[in-house]
């Protein structure tokens, strides 16, 4: 079960609410393990509502077609699983049905209304994902139901990960890292950046994970940003930032490699940020505040040897990419507590010098800092054809 019940209770309890309902994919996957290709992929909404009251049954509320489809991995823990209709007539995994279709609900805010008047929750106040189809069930049912945000509650308890979520965790590092890895491999042949980015999209299907996105950037001092079509050139600099999913469980990491070996100036620099990065991960406590911590980091990488160096940038990883509550925006402050996966954004551009991104993901558990990818974060650097690692 990825679903941690207990930070659920905790959650739930300090928003006073009687339930989340949950309607993203994410969300219903993460509350109930359910996920189908027509759940997940084809749009079809499959929703799920957890009481706070663990006396009161949880429940998958989806399309009927749905609910005979295969599962992704071991299928939902929830014994109940309701469903409402699209098109009369198909049952469970397509079949053909015949007979009276009209006690099914015909659509999900009619179930979903449904059942909370069966859990006796219609008084209450409930926490929705998607806030419209509260006030819709209200307004349908005459209720007095009180309608709570449900969204950033929902990444709230995300934020504290289980042993099943970090295993997939520790999985999707490794296959971005190896991504990463790929990629550099094919600058250092003699690939432009375009090609590379390619040689990323390519390689992490064959591992298991799906590739997110790679931000690959080439940079030639004095001259700026190139093109990823540009041939590069020795003394260039690209850098690489990654996600690649395992399933559905992200990463973000960061490295930098130079073209030919890298310049007094790129190793010092490249350096700093990377040694920097070690002295601050004392700073990842929790209870304290994000931005805190980012300027700490900050000073740190400064004292190292790089006092041209200004900000970073911490959110925190899981289901999505910025996992965990952002009202204003993705990198609104939050508060670091004990259980939660966290990235670290350290871009650096010296324009005579080169454009330098260092990123690891770290898991902070009983006042300890895992890093989850691999530790080893010299400087790639591209030298006859292969990817050597500069200290």
């Known amino acids: ?40 992929a084809f749009g079809d909404l499959a929703l799920v509502v957890l009481p706070r009251d663990r006396a009161l049954p949880p429940a998958v509320i989806t399309l009927e077609i749905d609910s005979g489809q295969p599962q992704q991995g071991a299928g939902t823990w929830m014994d109940i699983v ?12 397509g079949q053909s049905v015949v007979g009276d279709v009209g006690a099914i609900p015909p659509d999900h805010a009619s179930a979903v209304g449904a059942y909370l008047a069966e859990l006796g929750l219609l008084e209450t106040r409930v926490a929705f994902e998607d806030r419209g189809l509260g006030y819709d069930i209200k307004a349908a049912t005459g209720s007095s139901l009180q309608i709570a945000e449900g969204r950033d509650l929902l990444r709230d308890i ?12 520790r999985a999707a590092a490794r296959k971005t890292e190896l991504g990463i890895i790929a990629s550099v491999e094919a600058v250092a042949a003699g690939a432009t950046c375009a090609e ?24 030639r001092p004095g001259v700026g940003r190139l093109a990823k079509s540009e041939r590069l050139k020795e003394g260039d600099t690209v850098t690489f930032d990654a996600t690649a999913e395992f399933e559905h469980y992200s990463s973000d990491i960061g490295r930098t490699a130079t073209i030919g070996s890298p310049s007094a100036e790129q190793l010092a620099r490249y350096n700093a940020i990377r040694q920097g990065w070690r002295n601050a991960l004392p700073e990842f406590k929790p209870g304290e505040w994000s931005n805190d911590v980012e300027k700490r980091v900050v000073s740190h990488i400064q004292a190292a040897g790089n006092p041209d160096f200004r900000g970073v940038g911490i959110h925190s990883v899981g289901l999505e990419h910025t996992d ?6 993705a990198l609104s402050p939050f508060k670091i507590i004990d259980g939660v996966v966290l990235s670290c954004d350290c871009p650096w551009i010296g324009p005579q010098i080169g454009k330098f991104h260092f990123e690891d993901l770290i898991y902070l558990y009983d006042g300890g800092v895992e890093t989850l990818n691999d530790s080893d974060s010299r400087l790639f650097s591209c030298v006859g054809g292969r990817t050597v690692r500069v200290e």
Do not use: C, Q
Request: hydrophobic share 45%.
């Open 158 to 169: 995300r934020m504290v990960k289980t042993p099943a979520e970090m295993a997939l965790m």
């Open 324 to 329: 965990h509550p952002h009202p204003g925006n």
């Open 1 to 40: 079960m990825l679903l941690n019940r207990d930070r659920a209770d905790a959650v739930m309890d300090r928003a006073g609410v009687s339930a989340v309902v949950a309607t993203s994919p994410i969300n219903a996957y993460y509350l109930s393990s359910w996920a189908t290709d027509a759940s997940w």
């Open 196 to 219: 590379a980015e390619r040689v990323f999209w390519s390689a992490v299907p064959l591992m298991g994970g799906r590739p997110v996105f790679l931000l690959i950037t080439p940079y």
């Open 82 to 93: 309701r469903t409402y209709r699209r098109t009369a007539g198909i049952g469970p995994g």
